[in-house]
């Protein structure tokens, strides 16, 4: 199971970007989902996350500003990130609980649960 992000960029102040999450590989679904951040210099923080059922929750600094959501047929997060800051640069990463299928040394099938995390992508918000 691989948790690919994508969508970081360079953008200017007061612009948008969208972040995506992808589970690929033996995914059955996904649980819980999360997109955190960290600058240089400082602790990875929790930006937004977002329950299997779609209850979400926001970091006070991204309120107003940031979506997260899902696409649960394709096992993807996103992260919209309007009236970016500077303070909003960071390299951002996602975080999902997922559900994978692997076999037994019999042979038979088994539903695991593991936490991955993405490979980070880079937000740099800067005129």
């Known amino acids: 199971v691989q948790l690919q992000a994508s969508g970081g960029g360079l953008v200017q102040p007061g612009g948008s970007l969208r972040l995506s999450c992808a589970a690929s590989?033996?995914?059955?679904?996904?649980?819980?989902m999360a997109w955190y951040r960290q600058a240089p210099g400082k602790r990875r923080e929790l930006v937004a996350g977002?329950?299997?059922?779609?209850?979400?929750n926001y970091a006070d600094s991204v309120k107003g500003r940031f979506t997260i959501s899902r696409d649960n047929a394709k096992n993807t997060g996103y992260l919209q990130m309007n009236s970016l800051k500077p303070e909003d640069t960071a390299v951002y990463y996602c975080?999902?609980?997922?559900?994978?299928?692997?076999?037994?040394?019999?042979?038979?099938?088994?539903?695991?649960?593991?936490?991955?995390w993405g490979q980070g992508t880079l937000v740099t918000v800067s005129s």
């Open positions: 977002i329950t299997a059922g779609g209850a979400t």
């Open positions: 975080n999902a609980e997922v559900n994978y299928l692997y076999y037994t040394d019999d042979g038979a099938p088994v539903v695991g649960k593991n936490d991955y």
């Open positions: 590989g033996r995914v059955t679904s996904v649980n819980d």
